[in-house]
């Protein structure tokens, strides 16, 4: 427990009776104190330590619950020979380092999914070719592919995106080493977009969030999950969240979507997502938060009525598609609480996002709709 004091907040343990450091032996009593106490006052990520996980402190005087890479954009849009945009895309921990599922538009604008890798979650090696699935040729007849997110399973990498099969649904594959990858049956009929695995089966069940859509750009659009025994049927369909109507939260007013694997915590799944709110000038992406019950995930428990990120940056407001922050992935460190959010920038480039459980768990909970 000794690396959670990395996230501690000086201000909320005193508020817990936990005194403050004045001389060197103090400091080591309060230490230990710490280290008693951080059990009971913090909130945990039931999964794995990740030391190389990509890092920033908070910068001082900064008040949203989530802040930006001091280097962003991590990634430009000429990443690629032919890429025009390279953005809304899937990083994992593998190996010693990472690797990663992008999502490149060409100079020609097509939506592809390339694979990309990395040392420390920032500087990227994207491959020039696309990734080309393995399986039933007609499934894996390509129209399009875009928005893709990794889940770890089983020993598995399992890829979920946007595909382009008669409209757009929800397309399944999976890989082991980044080399050779396998098409599984589209998880829905069109349409659909946004399909998110849930990195364990719950109740023995596969799980996946989407939000069925229509052939365009779709101005309507709530969170489902859907349930498998085996990642081909799905079924069990149940309603997750809606829009906000009215001006209560008005960012999340014309569609949401899932964005990141969902986190599992020791209080439940923290999901973050997307909301959109048309404007005259078109639509407004942001980010929110929502905390999902442990065993029955379609049950909402916390949902941030403020947003958690918006387009704020240059880079986030101007690009092919302006005012756009899209979360596709995340990285966290179940020692420190850290998590590291990967997000779209403007449908151009690709950004990174710091927050930790503790920060975003607190905002949601002095937020909740
Ligand atoms: C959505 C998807 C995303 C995109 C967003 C903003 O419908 O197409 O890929 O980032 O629109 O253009």
């Given at each position: 427990m000794m690396c959670r004091l990395t996230v501690w907040e000086p201000d909320k343990l005193k508020s817990f009776g936990v005194p403050g450091p004045c001389t060197r032996e103090s400091a080591l009593h309060t230490k230990l104190f710490y280290i008693q106490r951080i059990d009971t006052i913090m909130s945990k990520i039931i999964g794995n330590e990740l030391k190389n996980i990509p890092w920033e402190e908070k910068p001082e005087g900064y008040t949203l619950p989530v802040w930006r890479y001091s280097g962003n954009p991590i990634i430009g849009r000429h990443a690629t020979k032919r890429s025009n945009s390279v953005f809304n895309s899937a990083v994992v921990p593998f190996g010693d380092g990472f690797a990663g599922v992008f999502r490149c538009d060409s100079r020609s604008v097509s939506m592809d999914l390339f694979v990309g890798f990395s040392k420390d979650g920032i500087n990227w090696d994207i491959q020039d070719e696309p990734i080309s699935f393995e399986g039933d040729p007609v499934v894996t007849v390509r129209e399009y592919r875009y928005d893709p997110r990794v889940c770890y399973m089983d020993g598995k990498y399992y890829i979920t995106w946007c595909n382009g099969y008669h409209g757009p649904t929800i397309g399944v594959g999976w890989t082991e080493d980044f080399k050779t990858f396998h098409q599984l049956e589209n998880a829905f009929l069109p349409y659909n977009r946004n399909g998110v695995l849930f990195p364990r089966k719950i109740n023995g069940r596969y799980m996946m969030l989407s939000r069925p859509s229509d052939t365009g750009h779709t101005p309507f659009g709530d969170i489902f999950i859907s349930q498998s025994p085996d990642m081909q049927f799905w079924g069990c369909h149940r309603h997750v969240m809606s829009?906000?109507?009215?001006?209560?939260?008005?960012?999340?007013?014309?569609?949401?979507?899932?964005?990141?694997?969902?986190?599992?915590?020791?209080e439940g799944w923290l999901m973050i997502y997307h909301g959109v709110i048309t404007t005259c000038q078109g639509y407004v992406y942001r980010m929110g938060a929502a905390l999902l019950d442990k065993d029955e995930p379609w049950k909402v428990l916390y949902r941030t009525k403020d947003y958690i990120l918006a387009p704020y940056e240059y880079y986030e407001c101007v690009g092919d598609v302006p005012n756009v922050t899209f979360p596709c992935a995340t990285l966290t460190d179940a020692a420190t609480g850290r998590i590291a959010i990967y997000y779209g920038c403007a449908d151009t480039v690709t950004g990174v996002a710091f927050t930790t459980v503790d920060t975003l768990l607190d905002y949601m909970k002095e937020n909740s709709l």
């Open positions: 829009t906000v109507k009215g001006d209560e939260s008005a960012w999340q007013s014309t569609k949401i979507g899932a964005g990141p694997i969902p986190i599992e915590t020791d």
